[in-house]
């Protein structure tokens, strides 16, 4: 309904520019358009507003999730997400893309809950080809369970962007020309779940989750996909389409790009597997790349 209102007041604005009117609006595309209940019963997935908001739910008797429809090669993924308030210690609520296979792809968002008032922590991570285990953690610079914020992938043939509201907080490149695995040919599904990962997600496990304070909420919004939609027949056509996250200038990042990267790393990093000396007594290949 806002989304409705929203793409008439564009139309008006566009006609009244010359431009026309293209009602591709994001807000207008509902949760059944590209997605379907995947974990927990449907009572656990709310949908509201006919679709165009949908929260998740996990209390004692499920933890619960959603998936696309559809598997994507490349694109830009994205999520717009308001996270469990209050307490939260003891959640996780995955925003993730993945593939199907044994030696699979797949990048991530974790959202690590905490203690009411005491801040989240964002996770990331990249599977290639089967092979985990490059976690980073930052911080976010605002309050994610007050306000929707857009989480998202830009993933083509060069790199994936994590961005967080545009702002890139991790680039992981591809390197295959230097014999390191890259998600670069597995379609991958979107999902998200919500769960309790409370043996290791708040202060490494310290904080437990507190059933009385379930249900715990994560509420979303747009449910849009611009990727390229894979069929079974072929995937030469996502990997040299000319859509728009394939053009030269999402094949590095910019200038601007690169300096609100640092300025995360600098300020927001809380953990980066790259430097992580206890666990790998060389620094992985890809680190010492980019
Ligand atoms: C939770 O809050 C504590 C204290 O501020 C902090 O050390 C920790 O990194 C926060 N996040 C998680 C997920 O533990
Ligand atoms: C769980 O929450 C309840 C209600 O706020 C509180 O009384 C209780 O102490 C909490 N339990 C733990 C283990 O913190």
Redesign the pocket.
Known sequence: MAGVILVTAICIVGIALGIGCVPSFAQSVAFDQNYIVIGGTDDHVKKLEGGLTVQLILDQTSASGFASKNRYLFGHITMKIKLVPD?SAGTVTAFYASSESSNHDELDFEFLGNSSGQPYMLQTNVFANGIGNKEQRIYLWFDPTADFHTYAFLWNQQQVIFQVDDVPVRVFKNNEAQGLAYPSSQAMRIYSTLWNGDSWATRGGAV?L?W??APFIATYQDFSVDACQWSDSGSSACATSNSWWNQVNFQTLDSKSQSQLKWVQQKYMVYDYCTDTERFSAAPTECTLR
């Open positions: 307490d437990k507190n009385t304070h």
